[in-house]
């Protein structure tokens, strides 16, 4: 990705916004924007959603392959999370390889999914040693206008959420859901000024400073922290947001369940 | 083009498998401004394929050796998501996406003005987020709304579509079936306004006769397409 030149007036004007607790869309310090979750949009995927906050719109669909289960884990089956940001979805994002961006956006997407075990890797395995299923996660952004580690997580859960293990199409028995336990959000802030806010746009992450995500899941607990780029930050700030995360992932969760129908 | 002959495609009554006749086109829906941090945008839905283009600029052509001092370049992008079709594609480029991407390019530039933006460059991206098939045709179709939302002067609007041949028969936008199964595949892009051609491809097997058909199928075809295109280009489309 190609880091746009900050220019100072945007970071001033952003640092007074700030001391006044204003935001440059108008939001409140710790609102997120309009949120829309849709799933089943892609066809062809085995599971699929699309997530829209405000002007940031993600896709995330579920394929499956089969796989020889590695040596050391015979009984289990694998996951693989990949985040495409391709520059379909802005005028910064440029082709080629994956940048350090997108790999570090699917790579903390993948943490909170993996570590939370909402899905029983044990229940993948076909025949021991030799077939096991590998779930693939791909997402994917078509409008980046901030935060797409917020949006890619929670069409991410969605989608798996509504995966269907397609054993007809490769002979192995019948088609059932993917058994997907548990439900993992994470929460992003990002140091806008002198404070943190939640659901930072792509003017507030140019302008502002580092960014941290939280990866909560059932009960509050923890499955993965993000810290990024440059900034400092105090335990004091730590343990403010991480209170605004148990607040906001109930809420996601909610919408989750909601829109799956649960 | 598989060519097995012998699978039954066509039903006694001249009917194809998903209930269309010779001359139908699968259903089309046009949405514009769909990516809102694009300058022009347009969701293409063509029977199941979902294909969605982004347009930036006219902006800075960089590096500056890809500059042209009199005109524009016009940097097209092809690329098939992961999840768009029934076996996952492996994210990247390939031979397939860099040809569509050249044959895409070679059209639009044919009837964008870029001689109007001299020293910089317009990219168009095409997202296939669902294939079904003739995933360059939606590609090309929706990239002309895209550039038309983007308010990018243009000669004309170009209307892609393909014909081909399943058991003997010329049918007209062939379906995904029709496309593996079928023996010829003739995808054009029309210029509604003149009637001209800036895209021709054809693989497969057609008599001198078919031919013809093929080709009138698809012109007729493009005049029909060009009015839903213009119709989302002035109200912003999906019904």
């Known amino acids: ?262 | 083009m598989g060519g097995y002959g012998d699978i039954q495609m066509i039903d006694e009554n001249g009917l194809r498998v998903d209930g269309r006749n010779a001359t139908q086109v699968r259903p089309i829906t046009i949405e514009t401004g769909v990516i809102p941090v694009a300058d022009g945008s347009c969701r293409m839905t063509w029977g199941t394929n979902d294909v969605i283009v982004a347009v930036y600029g006219p902006m800075e052509a960089h590096p500056r050796k890809i500059q042209r001092q009199d005109r524009a370049v016009l940097d097209v992008r092809y690329n098939m998501a992961p999840f768009s079709t029934s076996d996952r594609i492996r994210p990247g480029f390939n031979r397939r996406s860099r040809e569509i991407s050249k044959v895409t390019a070679d059209a639009l530039e044919s009837v964008v003005l870029l001689e109007m933006y001299p020293r910089s460059k317009i990219r168009v991206e095409i997202e296939v987020l669902c294939a079904e098939a003739g995933t360059r045709c939606v590609g090309l179709t929706a990239a002309s709304v895209a550039l038309a939302d983007a308010g990018i002067p243009m000669t004309d609007m170009v209307v892609s579509v393909a014909s081909g041949k399943v058991n003997d028969v010329v049918v007209c936008d062939l379906n995904k079936e029709e496309d593996n199964y079928g023996e010829a595949d003739l995808p054009m892009g029309v210029l509604p306004n003149s009637g001209e051609l800036v895209f021709l491809q054809m693989d497969g097997d057609l008599s001198p006769e078919e031919f013809q058909t093929a080709w009138d199928y698809n012109i007729q075809a493009a005049y029909d397409i060009h009015k839903i295109m213009v119709d989302a280009l002035k109200t912003g489309g999906a019904n």
Not at chain 1, 203 to 214: A, F, K, P, S, V
Request: proline share 5%; charged share 25%.
């Open chain 1, 1 to 262: 990705m190609a880091i746009p030149m900050v220019s100072k007036l945007l970071r001033n004007h952003l640092h007074e916004l700030a001391l006044n607790d204003q935001r440059i869309d108008g939001r409140e310090q710790w609102e997120g924007r309009p949120l829309q979750l849709e799933v089943d949009v892609l066809e062809r995927a085995e599971g699929s959603a699309k997530v829209t906050m405000g002007d940031t719109i993600v896709y995330a669909g579920v394929k499956f392959q089969l796989m020889t289960p590695y040596p050391d884990r015979p009984n289990e089956g694998g996951l693989m999370c990949g985040a495409e940001v391709r520059p379909v979805a802005g005028r910064n994002w440029e082709p080629g390889p994956p940048s350090a961006e997108s790999i570090e956006l699917g790579r903390v997407v993948d943490r909170g999914i993996r570590e939370s075990g909402c899905i029983d890797v044990n229940s993948l395995c076909i025949i021991p040693g030799e077939k096991a299923w590998q779930v693939i996660l791909d997402l994917f952004a078509i409008s980046d206008d901030g935060n797409l580690f917020d949006a890619f997580a929670l069409a991410a859960i969605a989608a798996l959420k509504t995966a269907i293990v397609p054993c007809e199409k490769f002979e192995v028995g019948e088609d059932y859901p993917l058994n997907v336990s548990k439900i993992p959000i994470m929460c992003s802030y990002h140091k806008v000024g002198n404070r943190f806010v939640y659901d930072a746009n792509s003017q507030e992450e140019l302008g502002g400073d580092e960014r941290i995500h939280i990866t909560l899941g059932e009960e509050y607990h923890v499955h993965s922290l993000q810290k990024g780029l440059k900034g400092i930050f105090s335990a004091d700030e730590f343990a403010e947001i991480m209170e605004r995360a148990k607040i906001q992932s109930s809420e996601l969760r909610k919408l989750v369940n909601t829109v799956l129908g649960d």
